[in-house]
């Protein structure tokens, strides 16, 4: 979460801006605080930022963080890997008990990806951003936080209802989010980009062609052969 001017907390040390021959990755940086809803001195989702790649912005407009327990600043720009929630993201291949039942990592990320779609469609409700925000966070975080009960057409609900509903939606919005995780971890929050990332929506981001480590391994198969080469000459002119 991003806390209110006079609450944030500060990342210490400076950010490791690392790149990787074998994952891209991604400049992110939080411009704004989207609706500007609060609750408890804490800002909830959607939150506003950019996201770039080789220097290029790809995508600008909503965040939506599924991580409390990490402090993200604004204007302060940091280094990310990029998933789609169906993959499960950073605790792929883990499982956790939630509510008294176990689940996937890719299920953990469906669910949560089916509150951030929610999420955007409810834009204006105080309550319900609030709501869908701290469903969130109670689901990848193990808070039970969440402040509201939320209010519908058909009477009110709890969030442990809410949180059933979500994972009972068997991730059918996973394919279309994208998951951006700090590089390294935790170095700030991880944030959730519903149709992105491209400026306006777009495809989601999809794993890096195999040809690319091929060529990588070419090219580097060619400058040790020129390397060797150099090493020879340099013997012949010895001797």
Do not use: H
């Amino acid at each position: 979460m991003i806390r209110q001017i006079g609450y944030l907390s500060v990342v210490a040390g400076t950010l490791a801006f690392a790149s990787s021959a074998f994952a891209q990755t991604y400049q992110m940086e939080l411009t704004g605080v989207g609706t500007g809803v609060t609750y408890g001195n804490v800002y909830v989702s959607p939150y506003v930022g950019t996201i770039s790649s080789g220097g290029k912005t790809v995508y600008t407009g909503y965040l939506i963080c599924d991580d409390f327990n990490t402090d993200s600043t604004l204007n302060s720009p940091w280094t990310a890997t990029a998933s789609t929630a169906a993959s499960g993201g950073k605790f792929n291949g883990s499982t956790f008990t939630i509510g008294g039942s176990t689940y996937s990592s890719q299920q953990m990320y469906g669910a949560v990806a089916y509150l951030a779609t929610q999420l955007l469609g409810n834009l204006g409700n105080a309550q319900l951003q609030t709501d869908y925000s701290f469903a969130i966070w109670d689901i990848m975080d193990g808070q039970t936080t969440n402040p509201y009960t939320i209010t519908t057409g058909t009477g009110t609900i709890t969030v442990s209802t809410l949180i059933k509903q979500a994972f009972a939606a068997g991730g059918a919005a996973a394919a279309s989010v994208d998951v951006f995780t700090a590089s390294p971890v935790n170095a700030s929050q991880e944030f959730l980009v519903v149709g992105g990332p491209a400026v306006g929506g777009g495809p989601s981001i999809s794993t890096p062609e195999p040809v690319a480590a091929g060529v990588l391994g070419a090219n580097l198969v060619a400058v040790l052969g020129l390397l060797l080469l150099m090493r020879r000459r340099r013997g012949s002119q010895a001797a």
